[in-house]
């Protein structure tokens, strides 16, 4: 876990910690007032809850993995209209569509600022690591080193990072031999001296680009002597594998001499280096056991994916394709943090300590983290979010993160990118880009792109920040071939790819908010976060088409910037406290209320007029009532006004209540900016964020024709009431094939299908995996859905038609289950049921199935525990259903996984609620362990309803006349009957389980009926 405790106060809760048993306290930060521990899982809520008792406590977040976002765009050939451009390449100007640095007027200052091209600054690239043998991340536009610090941030221990190796075994030079499992036994040759030694196992990458091919020979089976001089703190590596380290030069950590050793030797006749560039790092002394047990660990740094190394070169590239075109900020320096592991993604620990270490330690003016993942509550108020900022205020350097990939639904905004006082980037793209790295066709000149995440925060917040261009042609590996869109129609040399996300959108970001820290350093002007916050707000460019709550203040403008950069630009701080209604809104810090206006929930419909107070509190500047203009920007529909004056006075820390009325005059999400301004200063003061929804009833049936264009979306809001057995929606009406999709946006904001682009599509790799034209979303959570529609890149159709049909489905069995006390082996037992149809209209039928063997319980979990159930799993198992739900304490989020015998993931249900299901079909006979995580317990314990059973026809069969139609109208009834016939006697402990449903013509179930047998005899 890790602890925000207020500055200054760390050391009562790390002794609260340690003194737990088995507890490890791994780090603190007293200044920043930061701890970070493990304790047992069967102590930890316990000590979570000691700790939270501390008045010093602020914030408790647990260890969690991140995933990594996929960037790559995997795109195949299409009809969509092949790109005219040709491939980048050293001719290629420095204002381009390829990395449209220019978009942000990033090209045009360093034009008119030659000297202010990044030069002076520092950028920390937090991130999987930057390729240190690329050339276009060699030099400085001055001819300095470009990258002068590269770090891994992942804990040595914690982490289970293999590219950190413990330095336990001591050895003495002129020779030593080691005997292991997997060597056998090696002498090697060694310098006079005594020594640490460990191997490096090539395997350690298997989860990262490498795949365990650590030197491109061909094989994930290498190993590599690691020999560490304690009292010289060098470290050599055995690379050419000859087990003598005489002939392997001494290193130290890169930022000492710059020393870079290579695993795989380069063949110069090909376009791909055969070899991957490593530094060394060590840290001494690191506790690694719960009994206190300390070491040296060695770390071999390599990158763990192309997604850093394109991050930087966006950033700070100079001389791509060695020719004029450039990332945004050619002259600025890099510090490369590698945060990630090698199990596709970053734990939120590693990227909190490494964000510590690279503001703290390292340097750096600004940092660049485009990782973040998407919590059900992102209200930006956890122990990482406080930090962020503190960070921010207490050192002075900005954070620059992206907004997240899980767009187009709103309230999709990612953490840490929410975070207060970060710069959060929404990703764009000009029709340009989308010719010359896609070669796809469109006619809006510019517009967000449709995966980036979009605000507001679930406490109404103002998020994303601003947005910039989201797609760029930049560096990657160098030991990889290029990598461009195949529609593009050309091809790319090793170390250049395509890349897309937020994750392309926030360097660019950083890279030009680098350009004005250059240029202020220059004339001696003191930019503070702040300021520079304020002159990238105040004149970003509104994005036609696009609301606030999608682009925020909306795209970067670094020429007008700097007018406002150099005119002082300033701004009080402020406290906002506005209405929020929202499906989570009583689990907001404030219930009910937050950091902007926030009417998800609330019926407004078209036509009507609603009043909303919202409260601001001026907590910075004179000590005087001072007059303030309040103005709304980009107000979507002119659904927003001002009650009364549009001037208010704000004294110092005294709230004032200004009344805001929303008039929508049509369905569907509308947005605006609320600003602030004292005009005596420069910038934009304040921007509040507000946002209504209007949406439609659905009762029971809700249809929608229209058309979308290539790359673009159309969303729908749709109000769903309580007490639903399914919630489908289908779409048809397509062109002959249109690659169109849907995506439904449960209320809590979170995605229910996957978002990235090769899925769910018609007409597109069969859905890959996602059902492409109608699915189902069992016991849908009531309240205000966001359903998407949205054609693909690669679609034939510029238009494209569709007709969305979307339809509540519930049918009430009566009893629920019926239970048959005794039944004989092969003697069929029958079943009857009244069946009351409460939702849409359906022509339907009954279906049977194998039976199942149950387990049934209502057990209780606590905030942070993990309960396991293991299940044997017999051969010809047809499927393994897991289900858990009806929890006492409804704001309760548990995480559902199954795991296979060999500890595989197998299934898993986490989508921000409590009522998760899985299914694994056909499943392989063996042991299944079923794991119930309460990732948030409010209360701190919640009861829920448990089952698990495993259907085979080896155990019996329910079955029903599936020929028979049933046809019922919303209120109607009827009589439905099966028949249950047990084949074996029940498994010990668990109970013989069978089930009918009612489903509609396409297969979606209306309801669910069970057969209990709670007896078999021979």
């Not at 195949?486 to 908010?513: C, D, F, K």
């Not at 002159?535 to 795209?555: N, V």
């Not at 074996?984 to 209306?1006: I, S």
């Amino acid at each position: 876990m890790m602890i925000a405790t207020a500055p200054g106060k760390t050391e009562q809760v790390a002794g609260e910690l340690d003194a737990v048993a088995g507890g490890l306290v791994g780090r603190t930060d007293d200044k920043l007032g930061y701890v970070r521990a493990t304790v047992p899982t069967g102590r930890a809520d316990s000590a979570i809850a000691a700790a939270a008792k501390l008045s010093s406590v602020q914030a408790i977040d647990l260890k969690q993995e991140i995933p990594l976002d996929d960037p790559a765009p995997n795109g195949s050939k299409s009809t969509a209209g092949k790109g005219s451009y040709p491939a980048p390449g050293k001719k290629t100007p420095a204002a381009n569509p390829y990395n449209p640095s220019f978009e942000t007027g990033a090209v045009d200052f360093v034009e008119d600022h030659p000297k202010a091209d990044g030069r002076g600054i520092t950028i920390g690239i937090l991130d999987s690591g930057i390729d240190l043998g690329h050339p276009a991340l060699q030099k400085t536009t001055t001819g300095e080193r470009k990258i002068v610090d590269w770090v891994t941030a992942t804990d040595p221990v914690a982490d289970g990072d293999g590219t950190w190796r413990r330095m336990t075994t001591g050895v003495s030079g002129p020779s030593f031999s080691i005997t292991t499992a997997s060597q056998g036994t090696e002498k090697f040759t060694a310098p006079e001296g005594s020594y640490k030694f460990n191997y490096m196992y090539e395997s350690a990458t298997a989860g990262g680009d490498e795949k365990g091919d650590l030197n491109r020979d061909g094989d994930t089976t290498d190993a590599w002597g690691v020999l560490y001089d304690p009292a010289a703190g060098t470290v050599r590596v055995d690379t050419n594998d000859n087990l003598d380290f005489t002939d392997d030069t001494p290193m130290k950590p890169y930022k000492d001499d710059y020393q870079v050793g290579y695993f795989g030797t380069d063949d110069p006749a090909t376009d791909v280096a055969e070899r991957v560039p490593f530094v060394v790092e060590t840290r001494k002394d690191v506790v690694y056991n719960s009994s206190g047990a300390k070491a040296d660990y060695v770390n071999i740094g390599v990158i763990e994916s192309e997604h850093g190394t394109h991050v930087a070169g966006i950033t700070a590239a100079n001389g791509l394709f060695g020719g004029r075109m450039n990332g945004a900020a050619p002259g600025a320096k890099l510090v490369s943090s590698r945060a990630c592991t090698w199990s596709g993604g970053c734990t939120n620990v590693a990227l909190t300590e490494g964000m510590i270490d690279l503001v703290t330690k390292r340097g750096v003016d600004i940092v660049n983290m485009s990782i973040g993942g998407l919590p059900a509550l992102n209200d930006g108020n956890n122990a990482r979010a406080e930090l962020y900022a503190r960070l921010i205020d207490t050192y002075g350097v900005q954070l620059v993160i992206s907004a997240g990939n899980s767009g187009p639904g709103a309230n999709t905004i990612g953490d840490p990118g929410l975070a207060d006082k970060v710069i959060s980037v929404g990703a764009a793209i000009s029709k340009d880009t989308w010719a010359a790295n896609y070669g796809s066709v469109v006619k809006k000149k510019y517009a967000m792109m449709p995966f980036s995440s979009r605000g507001p925060r679930e406490d109404g917040g103002f998020t994303p920040t601003l947005t910039a261009p989201g797609a760029a042609i930049n560096t990657t590996q160098t030991w990889l071939p290029g990598s461009p869109v195949a529609e593009a129609g050309y091809s790319l040399p090793a170390g250049y790819s395509m890349l897309q996300g937020t994750s392309m959108a926030s360097p660019q970001a950083a890279g030009a908010s680098a350009l004005l820290l250059s240029a202020a350093r220059q004339k001696g002007i003191d930019l503070t976060p702040a300021k520079l916050r304020t002159a990238l707000t105040s004149t970003a460019h509104h994005i036609k088409g696009a609301q606030a709550y999608e682009e925020g203040a909306g795209l970067i403008d670094i020429v007008d910037a700097w007018d406002a950069v150099k005119d002082d630009a300033t701004a009080h701080d402020y406290t906002v406290k506005a209405p929020v209604d929202t499906a989570l809104d009583s689990s907001l810090k404030t219930p009910g209320f937050g950091t902007g206006l926030y009417d998800r929930e609330g019926g407004l419909k078209a036509g009507e007029k609603k009043t909303y107070d919202v409260t601001i509190t001026r907590t910075s500047g004179p000590d005087k009532t001072v007059r303030h203009e309040l103005h709304f920007e980009n107000n979507a529909g002119g659904t927003f006004r001002i009650v009364g004056d549009d001037d208010v006075r704000l004294p110092l820390n005294q709230p004032v209540t200004v009344q805001v009325q929303a008039a929508p005059k049509s369905a569907g999400i509308k947005s605006a900016i609320l600003e602030v301004d004292d005009p005596r200063t420069e910038g934009v003061d304040k921007q509040i964020l507000s946002t209504v929804v209007v949406a439609a009833p659905v009762k029971y049936t809700y249809s929608a024709s229209d058309s979308v264009q290539r790359n673009s979306t159309r969303s729908y809001f749709l109000s769903v009431p309580e007490g639903a057995t399914s919630l489908e929606v289908a779409i048809g009406g397509l062109a002959d094939k249109s690659q169109t999709r849907f995506i439904a946006i449960h209320p809590y904001g979170v995605p229910s299908d996957n978002t990235s682009t090769p899925y769910c599509y018609n007409n597109y790799l069969d859905g890959n995996g996602c059902k492409p034209d109608v699915r189902s979303y069992a016991n849908p959570q009531p309240g205000v859905w966001e359903v998407e529609v949205e054609s693909r890149r690669t679609s034939p159709l510029l238009d494209n038609p569709y007709q969305l049909d979307i339809t509540v489905l519930g049918a009430a069995f009566d009893p629920e289950t019926v239970t048959v006390p005794e039944a004989k082996v092969g003697t069929p037992a029958t079943a009857s049921w009244k069946v009351t149809n409460k939702y849409a209209a359906l022509d339907g039928k009954l279906t049977g199935g194998p039976l199942g063997s149950a387990k049934t319980a209502r057990p209780a979990i606590k905030q942070g525990e993990t309960q396991t159930t293991t299940v044997e799993v017999p051969a010809g198992t047809t499927s393994l259903d897991v289900a858990i739900g009806r929890v006492s304490d409804t704001a309760a989020d548990l995480d559902l996984t199954v795991y296979d015998a060999s500890g595989k993931q197998v299934a898993q249900s986490a989508d921000g609620d409590s009522e998760e299901a899985v299914s694994v079909p056909s499943p392989a006979a063996g042991t299944y362990t079923i794991q119930v995580a309460g990732y948030s317990v409010p209360s701190g314990s919640t009861d829920y309803d448990y089952r698990d059973v495993f259907f085979s026809s080896a155990l019996g069969a329910v079955t029903v006349d599936g020929s028979a139609p049933v046809k019922l109208d919303t209120g109607a009834s009827a009589t439905v009957t099966g028949q249950v016939t047990a084949a074996a006697q029940a498994p010990a402990g668990r109970e013989f389980f069978g089930r009918v449903q009612l489903v509609n013509a396409r297969g979606t179930v209306a309801g669910t009926a069970n057969v209990k047998i709670e007896k078999v005899t021979p």
